[in-house]
């Protein structure tokens, strides 16, 4: 079972990007799906997730109004589509699935905001 991660690179502030996230090997159905994010010298920073008892959605302050968490069930993926963005933005960003019994990340895609 594995995330992968895709859809980082440069962008210019201001500018736009859609990270998306593809598991194998299980399905998003059950699990808990959030974006992480860690910059040089700072902790992994919670963005984002859905909840899969409620479908309800988070957003840290530092990204509300921003960003926006998606899933697409019959693709098994998850997405964040992220607007506005800001040199502070530049991290390499991460996808995760948990339950009570597992817990997968991706290998992190780097996101870089050029002011």
């Known amino acids: 079972a594995q995330l992968a991660e895709s859809g980082g690179g440069l962008v210019q502030a201001g500018g736009s990007l859609r990270l998306s996230c593809a598991a194998s090997g299980f399905t998003f159905d059950d699990y808990d799906i959030s974006w992480f994010r860690q910059a040089p010298g700072k902790e992994r920073e919670g963005l984002s997730c859905?909840?899969?008892?409620?479908?309800?959605?988070y957003y840290s302050d530092s990204v509300k109004g921003r960003f926006t968490i998606s899933s697409d069930n019959a693709k098994n993926s998850m997405y964040l589509q992220m607007n506005s963005l800001k040199p502070e933005d530049t991290a390499v960003y991460y996808c995760?699935?948990?339950?009570?019994?597992?817990?997968?990340w991706g290998q992190g895609t780097q996101v870089t905001v050029s002011s």
């Open positions: 995760n699935a948990k339950t009570n019994l597992f817990d997968y």
């Open positions: 859905i909840s899969r008892r409620d479908g309800s959605t």
